[in-house]
T-cell receptor, first 111, second 113 residues
Framework: GESVGLHLPTLSVQEGDNSIINCAYS??????FIWYKQESGKGPQFIID?????DKRQGQRVTVLLNKTVKHLSLQIAATQPGDSAVYFC??????????FGGGTRVLVKP | DAGVIQSPRHEVTEMGQEVTLRCKPI?????LFWYRQTMMRGLELLIY????????DSGMPEDRFSAKMPNASFSTLKIQPSEPRDSAVYFC???????????FGQGTRLTVV
């Protein structure tokens, strides 16, 4: 696959358990914060976003939490499935639609 | 729509050669982004365009890198001369005004030997 051999923090989770992925951001002026998922051999794929004036947003099996006080973003995945195994990136959208990415976390789902 | 299309998927070239990566954004999208993904630096934004105009090229590593967008349906990223440290996966993405979701191509894996 595409794998660039990223040395990333890894989260191992049992199938069916909940996963929590964390990210620290630096730009307080960002308008939106976003989570992307990247599977081997593919480009990043949008999961969910949250506007900077919100602190929680829910999607299908995913919840994003934003704590602006400590500049922290998290993604919670409920009932993790094998198909959730991937690298997850947090990203920010700043003025002018500028999209920048933070570090990634590799999630490994154990059957 | 076929999504964002990048070519080639793989490129192996010798140090010193010119390399051109190509991208076709999703029709109707007015933002186009070029990223580089490496083990050491993760996903770096190199440059992005709005309505074919470069908005921010502060991520372009050095003068060896250049990007153009001659029309709304095509963009190129050129490296001249290429060096081994340019080896990476290069992604193109497009999005539209008012939407946060950017759509990525499959990437071009560049190897400079």
């Amino acid at each position: 696959g595409e794998s660039v051999g990223l040395h990333l923090p890894t989260l191992s989770v049992q199938e069916g358990d909940n996963s929590i992925i964390n990210c620290a951001y630096s730009n307080s002026a960002s308008d939106y914060f976003i989570w992307y998922k990247q599977e081997s051999g593919k480009g990043p794929q949008f999961i969910i976003d949250i506007r900077s004036n919100m602190d929680k947003r829910q999607g299908q099996r995913v919840t994003v939490l934003l704590n602006k006080t400590v500049k922290h973003l998290s993604l919670q995945i409920a009932a993790t499935q094998p198909g959730d195994s991937a690298v997850y990136f947090c990203a920010e959208v700043a003025a002018g639609n500028k999209l920048t990415f933070g570090g990634g976390t590799r999630v490994l789902v154990k059957p | 729509d076929a999504g964002v299309i990048q070519s080639p998927r793989h490129e192996v070239t010798e140090m010193g050669q010119e390399v051109t990566l190509r991208c076709k954004p999703i029709s109707g999208h007015d933002y186009l982004f070029w990223y580089r993904q490496t083990m050491m630096r993760g996903l770096e934004l190199l440059i992005y365009f709005n309505n074919n105009v470069p908005i921010d090229d502060s991520g372009m590593p050095e003068d060896r890198f250049s990007a153009k967008m001659p029309n709304a349906s095509f963009s190129t990223l050129k490296i001249q001369p290429s060096e081994p440290r340019d080896s990476a996966v290069y992604f193109c993405a497009s999005s539209t005004q008012g939407r946060t979701e950017a759509f990525f191509g499959q990437g071009t894996r560049l190897t400079v030997v």
